[in-house]
C-alpha cells in the first residue's frame, strides 16, 4: 500500500510571526546576515565558506549570468552561473567574474587598426559603448595600438571606409597605466591627465582592461563583497549528472569557488555518483545537491556527501512540475521537515550541512519566515531576473517595462538533462514557462530595500543574526479569513500617482 502523508503541506504565505522582545540593542544597524555556505564540523565553529548575505541567484539562462554574478558577489551573495550552455560558455563567464576588478572593465569594444568607420559605427551601435581599443588582432586582450572615442570621427563628413588606424589616437600618444596598478592611483592619473579614459597595459603592452573616469563614484569600497583570499569575486556554478566529468574540471580551472548540482528532483542514484566523482576528483571544491522535500531525500544526498542541500519541487515562479508530474510539497512544510532532519544528522555525526530554500519566495517577509524555519541561504530566480543586471532582455508591453524569465524546463532552455531522470531519452514535455516579469530597475536600490525590511523583521522578533532567529522565532500559522484581515481592507483605495 503507497504510504499517506496526512498533514496537509503548506507555503510562506499561510505564516505570519508574532513578534519576540525587541531590546535596545536589536536595530538593524545591529543584525548580521552571515551565514554558511557549505558543510562544517561543528568542532571547527564555523563553515569555511559563508555568505554576507543570505542570497543566491537561481542557477537558470534568464537570471545567473556573469554581470548579476558580479553585482551580487559585490553586495555579500553569490550567483550559480547556469549549467544549460556549453562548457566553454559557462568557464568563460566563470572567468569573467574571477577576472573581475571593481573599476577595471574588461573592453566589449574592439576592432582591428585596418577596420573601417562603418565597422566603428556598427560596433557603437551593437555595444552602446563609445570607447574602442584598437588592438593588432582586435581581441579585447590583444597588443594596444589605439583608442577611438567619438570625438575622433563624424559620421555625417568622413568617408565610410575610412581606416581606424588614420583616426585613431595612436598609442604613442595615449596614457596608459600598468597591471597591478590600483583603482585609487588610476584615478588619479584620470584626474590629473584629464582623461576620460585609461587603458591598463601588461608589460607587452596588451591590453588588459579600461578604467573610466565616470565609474569612479560607483567603485568605492563594498563593506559586504563576498571576495576570497585573492580577493577575487566567489562565483559558483550549475552542473549537471551527465557531462560532469568534463565541465567540472572545466568550471575548477576557469576558476569557480562552489559547485551545484542541478536538478528538479535530487533524490537519485545520478546525484549520489556526481558527488562522490567531485569528491574524488576535485577535493577542495564544494559541491550542493539538490532538489529534495523531505527527511530521506536529505538522508541520501547528506550520507553522498553533499555539501549544501537545496529543499524545494515545483514552488518556482516559472514551474509547472506540479501540473505535469504531480510531483512537489509546499515549500513551507519542506523546509521545516528537512530543517529537523538536518538538526537530527547534526546531532548524530557532528556535521552541520546548510539547507537552502529554492523557489516560491514572493514576499521579502517570505524570505525571513524560510529563514527562521530552518533555511540557511535562499535561491531565488525571478527576484533578480528583474533587475538590469539579470542577462535578459528588457522590452516595454504597454506602459511597462519587463524582463523575460523563463524556465529551465521550458523548451526555451532546452535544458534537457535537468528534466529527464537520468537516461538517454530527451525532454518529451515542458516543466517550465516563459514569462516575462516587471522590470525592477538595479540589482543594489532593490536589495538595500529587502535587506532593511528583512533586518526590520528580525528586530521585531528579537533576533540579531540568522541564527537567534531559529531558536527564537514564533511563527503562527493563518487561517484565510485573517490573511485577507492582512491586507488594506475596507477602504476605497485612493488611486497611485
Ligand atoms: P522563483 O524564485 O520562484 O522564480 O524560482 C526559481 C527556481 O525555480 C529555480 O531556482 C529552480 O529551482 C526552479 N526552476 C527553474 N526553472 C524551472 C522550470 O522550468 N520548471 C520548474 N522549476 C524551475
Known amino acids: 500500500m503507497a504510504i499517506y502523508i496526512d498533514d496537509v503541506s503548506r507555503t510562506f504565505g499561510e505564516y505570519l510571526f508574532i513578534p519576540g522582545l525587541t531590546t535596545k540593542q536589536c536595530i538593524p544597524s545591529n543584525v548580521s546576515l552571515t551565514t554558511p555556505l557549505v558543510k562544517y564540523k561543528t568542532a571547527d565553529k564555523e563553515s569555511a565558506l559563508k555568505l554576507n548575505i543570505p542570497f543566491v541567484s537561481a542557477i537558470m539562462q534568464s537570471v545567473s549570468g556573469p554581470e548579476l554574478a558580479i553585482e551580487l558577489a559585490r553586495n555579500g551573495g553569490l550567483s550559480f552561473i547556469f549549467a544549460s550552455q556549453s562548457i566553454d560558455m559557462q568557464a568563460e563567464m566563470v572567468r569573467k567574474v574571477k577576472k573581475f576588478k571593481a573599476g577595471f572593465v574588461i573592453s566589449d569594444s574592439n576592432l582591428k587598426p585596418d577596420s573601417t568607420l562603418q565597422n566603428v559605427i556598427d560596433l557603437v551601435n551593437k555595444t552602446g559603448h563609445s570607447t574602442i581599443g584598437v588592438t593588432h588582432n582586435g581581441a579585447p586582450n590583444g597588443k594596444l595600438l589605439g583608442l577611438i572615442t567619438n570625438r575622433d570621427y563624424r559620421p555625417e563628413k568622413d568617408a565610410l571606409d575610412k581606416k581606424v588606424e588614420e583616426f585613431m589616437t595612436p598609442f604613442a600618444s595615449l596614457i596608459t597605466g600598468k597591471l597591478g596598478i590600483t583603482l585609487t592611483d588610476a584615478n ?29 563614484d560607483n567603485h568605492r569600497e563594498n563593506p559586504n563583497e563576498l ?27 576557469a576558476g569557480v569557488d562552489v559547485l551545484c548540482i542541478d536538478s528538479s528532483d535530487g533524490y537519485s542514484e545520478w546525484q549520489r555518483e556526481t558527488i562522490a566523482w567531485v569528491k574524488k576528483n576535485c577535493e577542495n571544491i564544494p559541491v550542493g545537491a539538490g532538489n529534495i522535500v523531505d527527511k530521506e531525500g536529505f538522508d541520501f544526498l547528506a550520507n553522498a556527501g553533499a555539501d549544501f542541500i537545496k529543499v ?4 518556482g515562479s516559472i514551474c509547472i512540475t506540479r501540473e505535469q508530474k504531480g510531483i512537489g510539497r509546499g515549500q513551507a512544510t519542506s523546509l521545516i521537515d528537512v530543517a529537523k532532519a538536518r538538526n537530527e544528522y547534526l546531532k548524530s555525526t557532528g556535521y552541520y550541512i546548510p539547507i537552502c530554500s529554492d523557489g516560491g519566495l514572493v ?13 540557511d541561504f535562499l535561491m531565488m530566480g525571478r527576484y533578480f ?14 506602459n511597462n517595462y519587463v524582463k523575460e524569465y523563463w524556465g529551465e524546463g521550458s523548451n526555451r532552455a532546452q535544458n534537457w538533462q535537468r528534466y529527464d531522470n537520468g537516461g538517454a531519452e530527451s525532454l518529451k514535455f515542458e516543466e517550465g514557462v516563459d514569462s516575462y516579469v516587471p522590470y525592477a530597475g538595479k540589482l543594489k536600490d532593490n536589495l538595500d530595500i529587502t535587506l532593511s ?12 543574526t540568522i541564527d537567534e532567529l531559529q531558536r527564537n522565532a ?3 500559522l493563518v487561517s484565510s479569513t485573517s490573511i485577507v484581515e492582512g491586507g488594506a481592507h475596507d477602504v476605497i483605495l485612493k488611486e497611485k500617482g
Open 453 to 464: 525590511k528583512i533586518k526590520a523583521t528580525m528586530c521585531s522578533c528579537g533576533a540579531l
Open 363 to 375: 514576499h521579502d517577509y517570505h524570505m525571513v519566515l524560510a529563514l527562521a524555519m530552518g533555511a
Open 474 to 476: 514564533k511563527i503562527n
Open 188 to 216: 588619479q592619473i584620470i584626474w590629473d591627465n584629464k582623461l576620460n579614459t585609461l587603458p591598463i597595459i601588461d608589460q607587452n603592452n596588451n591590453l588588459v582592461y579600461f578604467v573610466f573616469r565616470k565609474d569612479y
Open 227 to 253: 571576495s576570497g583570499k585573492d580577493k577575487t569575486l566567489l562565483v559558483g556554478a550549475g552542473i549537471n549528472t551527465r557531462d560532469y566529468r568534463e565541465r567540472v574540471p572545466a568550471l575548477v580551472e
Open 312 to 315: 524545494g519541487i515545483g514552488g
Open 385 to 398: 531576473a528583474r533587475f538590469d543586471e539579470s542577462p535578459t532582455q528588457k522590452l516595454r508591453i504597454g
